[in-house]
Nanobody
């Protein structure tokens, strides 16, 4: 069973930075897709950034130019570097990973709070 463990959330002031990490219990080579989502209260999860095996990264328009997703295969970890944070970035952030079989796994979520 694959487990995704997120870390790096917290409270920062607007304009600050955070880096989220998502470490998988096994190799991430088997994941064709890894991404970060966020969920506002009462809303569906929305894709923030995604990276595929050998493909380009994709970003939601609201975070383009501020967030960067990357993966370190040797550490089985995917990162989300978040810069120039805004109060509207406040949310619970979830890591997701999809295997080539189509099975998707989710992390437990990490709270990101941006104060104005």
């Amino acid at each position: 069973q694959v487990q995704l463990v997120e870390s790096g959330g917290g409270l920062v002031q607007a304009g600050g930075s955070l880096r989220l990490s998502c470490t998988a219990s096994g190799s991430i080579f088997s994941f064709k897709f890894m991404g970060w989502y966020r969920q506002y209260p009462g809303k569906q999860r929305e894709l923030v950034a995604a990276i595929t095996m050998g493909g380009p990264a994709n970003y939601a328009d609201s975070v383009k130019g501020r967030f960067t997703i990357s993966r370190d295969n040797a550490k089985s970890t995917v990162y989300l570097q978040m810069n120039s944070l805004k109060p509207e970035d406040t949310s619970v952030y979830y890591c997701a990973a999809t295997k080539v079989t189509g099975t998707t796994y989710w992390g437990q979520g990490t709270q990101v709070t941006i104060s104005s």
